[in-house]
C-alpha cells in the first residue's frame, strides 16, 4: 500500500472562526460530523464515536486556535494507527469570507489492508462526503440533520 496521505482541500464561503467553531466544538460536531459524547479543545483529550459498525478513538496531540487542529485516529479494536490534520486559512476575498480547509489523513496503510472498508479509497470517499458535503452544507447555511455523517 501507498504511504501517501489523503488529502482533501475545501473553499468555503464564510470566515474562519466560523469554520474552526466546526471543528472545535461538539454542538456543531452533532449537526455535521459524528456524535460525540464530549469534546474539550486540549492537547490530550481523547474522545470517540462510532461511524458505522466502527469505534474510532482519537486523541488531539496539536492545536493553534483557528489555524490548525491535529489528532490520532484509530480503532481499538484493529491494528494502526493514523493522524488526521486539519489545516485553515484565510483567503482574501473583497465579497465574501472565504476560508480554504486542507484535511491531510496519514497513517492508513497501517490498518488491515483485508477490510475493504480501510482502502484508501474507503478513506478518499468518506472524507470528501464529510468536507464537501457535510461540513460544507452546515457552514454555508444548509444545514439538514440528513446530511451528517453514519
Same mark, same amino acid.
Given at each position: 500500500m501507498s504511504a501517501k496521505p489523503v488529502v482533501v482541500v475545501e473553499i468555503f464561503d464564510t470566515s474562519i472562526d466560523? @469554520?474552526? !467553531? &466546526? *471543528?472545535?466544538?461538539? &454542538? &456543531? %460536531?452533532d449537526k455535521w460530523y459524528f456524535d460525540i459524547d464530549e469534546f474539550v479543545l486540549e +492537547?490530550? %483529550?481523547?474522545f470517540e464515536f462510532y461511524?458505522?459498525?466502527?469505534l474510532h478513538h482519537c486523541k488531539i496531540v496539536d492545536f493553534a486556535p483557528q489555524s490548525k487542529l491535529v489528532y490520532t485516529w484509530k480503532y481499538p479494536v484493529y491494528e494502526g494507527n493514523s493522524v488526521v490534520t486539519f489545516l485553515l486559512e484565510v483567503i482574501e476575498n473583497e465579497f465574501v469570507p472565504q476560508t480554504? *480547509?486542507?484535511l491531510i489523513h496519514e497513517g492508513i496503510e497501517? %490498518?488491515?489492508? +483485508? !477490510?475493504?472498508?480501510?482502502?484508501? #479509497?474507503? %478513506? /478518499?470517499a468518506g472524507w470528501s462526503e464529510i468536507i464537501r458535503i457535510s461540513l460544507k452544507s452546515y457552514? #454555508?447555511?444548509? @444545514?439538514?440533520?440528513?446530511?451528517? @455523517? /453514519?
Open positions: 466560523k @469554520v474552526w !467553531d &466546526a *471543528l472545535t466544538t461538539k &454542538a &456543531a %460536531f +492537547e490530550g %483529550f481523547e461511524g458505522g459498525s466502527y480554504k *480547509l486542507t497501517s %490498518f488491515p489492508p +483485508e !477490510d475493504k472498508n480501510f482502502s484508501r #479509497e474507503s %478513506f /478518499e457552514l #454555508e447555511g444548509n @444545514v439538514d440533520d440528513d446530511l451528517k @455523517v /453514519e
